[in-house]
Each structure stands twice: as structure tokens, then as C-alpha cells.
């Protein structure tokens, strides 16, 4: 499956943004997916999952309660809904794809399919 990730951007603190992630080439609903970030200097981090459904979801620590992950499996897209964004939210934004579990994982070594990342600028 190929995945494109758009709607990264430059906002102020406070803001929102909307990250949408369009995957096609393998049949969408047969995949969890999940959304990771890595700023400069630091480790890849866990954001958010959702399962083949749509039905579950989880989310990391530091986003939880801000951000909301859904998908459309009629338009075959994931989409990334970050509200209260902070600073510390600066990073570059991918989405993944697996198949080994329709329930999605935290964990970034689960996933085969990336999207290339889009970057997400928090000014204070």
C-alpha cells in the first residue's frame, strides 16, 4: 500500500490542525494504522492507532486527550485531528499501515508501510 500524508503546517499554540493520510494500491480495510512523529534530535514517537474498523483507538501520552485519530474507509484515508497544539508538538508527522494486527500498535516495528511525513510547526 502506498500512503501520502498532507495538511502539516506552521500554527500558533493553541491551534488546531488536521493531518489526513490517503493510501491506496491494497484494500484500505484490511489495515490498522497508525500516526508517529519525530522531532530533531529525538526518538521516533508513538501518536495514535486505530483498528481495521475504525472502531478502536489509542493514543500516547503526551496527545492523548488533543488529538483524535479517524479514518474514512470509503475514501481509503486516516485522518489526524490535533487540537491544543503546543510547541512540543513540532515534528515531522508520518503515517503507517500494517497488517499484521487489524487492531493497530503502538509500537513503530509493527508497521511495513510508511508515508513520506508532513511537518507540523508549533509557534509559541
Known amino acids: 500500500v502506498q500512503l501520502q500524508a498532507s495538511g502539516g503546517g506552521l500554527v500558533q499554540a493553541g491551534g488546531s490542525l488536521r493531518l489526513s493520510c490517503a493510501a491506496s494500491?491494497?484494500?484500505?480495510?484490511?489495515?490498522?494504522f497508525g500516526w508517529f512523529r519525530q522531532a530533531p534530535g529525538k526518538e521516533r514517537e508513538f501518536v495514535a492507532t486505530i483498528n481495521w474498523s475504525g472502531s478502536t483507538t489509542y493514543y500516547g501520552d503526551s496527545v492523548n486527550g488533543r488529538f483524535t485519530i479517524s479514518r474514512d474507509n470509503a475514501k481509503s484515508t486516516v485522518y489526524l485531528q490535533m487540537n491544543s497544539l503546543k510547541p512540543e508538538d513540532t515534528a515531522v508527522y508520518y503515517c503507517?499501515?500494517?497488517?499484521?494486527?487489524?487492531?493497530?500498535?503502538?509500537?513503530?516495528?509493527?508497521?511495513?508501510?510508511w508515508g513520506q511525513g508532513t511537518l507540523v510547526t508549533v509557534s509559541s
Open positions: 503507517a499501515a500494517t497488517e499484521r494486527t487489524g487492531w493497530g500498535s503502538s509500537n513503530y516495528l509493527e508497521y511495513d508501510y
Open positions: 494500491g491494497r484494500t484500505f480495510s484490511n489495515f490498522a
